[in-house]
């Protein structure tokens, strides 16, 4: 269930962060690891800087409830908590800065509607946003290459020498695509 993986995260974040104590969080959860991310942030222990990145996330999720609840079929667990949808996610700490990264059209966000394609709406699936972020929309990307470019984007504003080690990434791997899958 969706409190049972926000329970592993925020454990497992909490460990890492004892562990490796920094002195600004940047958080990045793509898809459904942006969902989890939102709607745990609201009780993260951390006080510093921080700021969460969610990207070509179904924050809102799908709405499956009422006469659509048949549509559910035999999802269990996160992917039936996902189908039926998300209520408001608790507000961030003040310490706490969201931007939620939204493509326009999303192959994966419409795949998982199956059949119902047609009658699903990717701008409302992801229309979730937490208190006081800010959101930014991508015609250009879909949902697995947004991720690269708005992490490469991003982390250039917290580290401007990023520029210098991007361009001297003779493979070719972009950061983002070390997660992907």
Known sequence: SAQEISDRFLSDLNAFLREHPV???VLFGSSAG???AAYSIGKLDFDGPAALHTMASPLKGYDLTGY???FLGDR?????????G???????APNMKVY?????????????????????????I?????????EFFYPQYDHNDLMGPVIRQVLKCYNPQMNETLAQNQRGVAMGDLCTG
């Open 68 to 70: 659509r609840a048949t």
């Open 86 to 92: 998300f209520g408001p996610f608790e507000a961030p």
């Open 126 to 134: 992801q229309n979730n946003n937490l208190a006081g972020s800010k």
């Open 34 to 36: 942006g969902v989890t």
């Open 23 to 25: 002195q600004e969080l």
């Open 76 to 84: 269990q667990g996160y992917l039936r908590d996902i189908a039926i």
């Open 100 to 124: 939620h990264h939204k493509t326009v059209t999303d192959s994966a966000l419409l795949e998982y509607c199956g059949d119902l394609a047609t009658f699903c709406n990717v701008r409302e």
